[in-house]
């Protein structure tokens, strides 16, 4: 369930992810960052995308877990490269 796009999950599956989410705070925010993270890519353009990657890198950052400061570390530092997805939209899937 944590790892399917919330709109795939059917109701009984998005009830179980709720109270699942309730009862662990840590994991219910790494797995809000990680839909926010995949707006990303439902940005209209560019510049709200690099805005939108700004916001969550610093959400992530400041989570005060140490495996999403890492991750916003990551992301931060190849943060063009995403990007660069608003400029040549293909991908490797």
Known sequence: ???KNEED??????KRLAELLALNTPLSIAYILKEDLRQIWE????RMAKTALENWVLRAGSSGNEHLNKLANTIENH???ILNWYDFPINSG
């Open 43 to 46: 940005q209209k353009n560019k």
């Open 9 to 14: 999950l059917d109701d009984d599956n998005k």
């Open 1 to 3: 369930m944590l790892l």
């Open 79 to 81: 943060a063009e490269g």
